[in-house]
């Protein structure tokens, strides 16, 4: 009796890298209606914005008080002199306008705080789905956890139709918040598991392109739709259209893998091979996850906590990855949370900051490609400084253009090329042992941060000014205690993490608490 001849074994990376290494048009065209809900996104995160609209139309006063306030229309550029002066809605003026806004039906003409927390309290809802994303998709997969999340998004946006009441539309956006942020990380994830390694960094910046695209779509519904509950009928139409395609695609062959579904793992990548006229036949392999053959990786808590305790240059990088992810949230929603205010409408604004994103999103691949990740999120974010700090200078030119209106059109260049590189670089850092713990932190505190967004964006004076500027050179400065990840493999362990960072010239500080906890009986790294 012959006994069967071993099965060749190989890497899904591998794989995965052996397929997709020549990318063709409907291999694209997949990935990019993968990507749809990207647009969605963008849709879902500034709708308050464009539902919640201040009026800075002209307006017909009704009262002699108004009369002697207001003396021509661009006075009400400065909403000031209606609230400061106890102006009232319908008593003393009426704005002459032919669509309708919530701030307008419920009164919050003057009560900007309330309309700020219609659009921070979305971010909660986010941090709720972040909590329960990582079990989510390690139970059930990508595909479901997304399908569960596109479903109470679109179902929060359908009670929209018929909201009148302030709290209710504060329940709906935490549900949107939820819904969006939980299909938004399963879409990509999904994408980024397909994705051969070599063409990350492309995919990256495309995707902030995608996401850059839901600004001219959420301007348009906003703009043609007068009535703002039926504004969100536009966005469902909108949100099916990017996510209805995706439900017909399998679930990640990674997923698959790790709840020992093998066969169906090869059938999807032998699917993925035809797509890409490679052909590719796993019958007779073996297919395994990982190559790391080391010891196996301890998942508790404490077992977490203890590797940082052993190597303080992981603790470091970790409070670095902390503080980057909240400051350039806290800039990059509290940029795009002003262009509401930015002009005579949200439109025109909305529509140049979509311009300078993209040229973000280009500049993003050929950074990388000459300066390396780290320093180019480093160089960003001193530019970002530097507009900040030169935007507290008062000139203005015209009655629509300042010195500090033009610098918000080239600092959030600067804000979204550090904030898209964030999700490649940052990635990259973290062990695999701990990217998981590292992610799930540094996105929930990410988050909270993007809850102050719309309140920085709706303070004034120099102040906020000044501060960013600061927040923004702390994180360029602390960017260079980082090590360079481009062409690097990815750490697999805590002790890869201070082998890189000695490789690089970088100090570790690992020696002396190695020597401690070798008296304790504890293997020297």
Request: include cysteine.
């Amino acid at each position: 009796m012959v006994a069967d001849k071993p099965k060749e074994q190989r890497t899904i990376d591998d794989v995965i890298n052996t397929v997709g290494r020549r990318p063709n048009l409907l291999w694209f065209t997949i990935l990019t209606v993968a990507m749809g809900w990207n647009v969605a996104s963008a849709l879902n995160a500034y709708m308050i914005q464009f539902t919640g609209f201040i009026p800075w139309d002209p307006i017909t006063c009704l009262s002699d008080n108004c009369s002697q306030l207001i003396h021509q229309p661009s006075d009400l550029l400065n909403i000031t002199l209606v609230c400061h002066h106890g102006l009232v809605l319908g008593e003393d003026y009426t704005w002459d306008i032919t669509r309708t806004s919530l701030a307008v039906e419920w009164d919050l003409i003057c009560d900007h705080d309330k309309i700020t927390f219609l659009e921070s309290i979305y971010f909660v809802g986010g941090m709720v789905s972040l909590c329960m994303a990582t079990y989510l998709f390690d139970m059930i997969g990508r595909r479901r956890v997304c399908i569960i999340g596109a479903s109470v998004n679109m179902l929060a946006v359908a009670l929209g139709i018929v909201c009148h009441k302030y709290y209710f539309m504060v329940g709906i956006r935490m549900l949107q918040g939820f819904g969006n942020f939980l299909t938004y990380s399963g879409c990509y994830i999904w994408v980024l598991e397909f994705m051969p390694e070599k063409y990350r960094n492309y995919y990256n910046s495309y995707s902030m392109m995608l996401w850059t695209a839901g600004y001219p779509l959420i301007v348009a519904l906003g703009y043609t739709i007068k009535q703002w509950n039926y504004i969100h009928i536009g966005y469902i139409g909108v949100f099916a259209l990017c996510f209805l395609p995706f439900t017909f695609f399998p679930d990640s062959p990674r997923y698959l893998l790790s709840v020992g579904r093998e066969d169906d793992a090869k059938a999807v990548l032998e699917r993925y091979g035809r797509i890409t006229n490679t052909t590719i036949s796993l019958k007779d392999v073996k297919l395994i996850g990982s190559t790391n053959t080391k010891k196996e990786i301890e998942t508790t808590f404490t077992s977490k906590m203890s590797e940082y305790k052993k190597h303080p240059a992981l603790a470091l990088e970790l409070v670095i990855q902390c503080y980057l992810w909240c400051s350039c949230c806290l800039l990059y929603y509290g940029v795009n949370y002003g262009w509401g205010s930015f002009g005579a409408t949200p439109y025109v604004s909305y529509l140049l900051a979509a311009g300078s994103e993209i040229v973000a999103y280009i500049f993003l691949v050929l950074f990388i490609k000459f300066f390396g990740r780290r320093n180019t999120l480093a160089y960003s974010l001193m530019a970002s400084s530097a507009c900040f700090l030169l935007s507290v200078i008062p000139w203005q030119w015209t009655e629509s253009w300042s010195l500090d209106r033009l610098l918000a059109l080239i600092v959030i260049i600067w804000i979204a090329l550090a904030f898209a590189l964030l999700f490649l670089y940052l990635g990259e850092l973290a062990p695999t042992s701990l990217r998981g713990f590292t992610l799930a932190l540094c996105g929930l505190l990410a988050r909270l941060s993007a809850f102050s967004g719309p309140y920085f964006a709706n303070s004034s004076g120099s102040g906020k000014l000044i501060c960013a500027s600061v927040m923004a050179a702390v994180g360029a400065g602390l960017t260079f205690f980082l090590p360079e990840t481009r062409g690097l493999p990815i750490p697999a362990e805590a002790a890869d993490v201070s082998e890189r960072r000695k490789s690089q010239g970088l100090r570790v500080h690992d020696e002396r608490w190695t020597t401690i906890y070798e008296n304790h009986g504890v293997d020297k790294v």
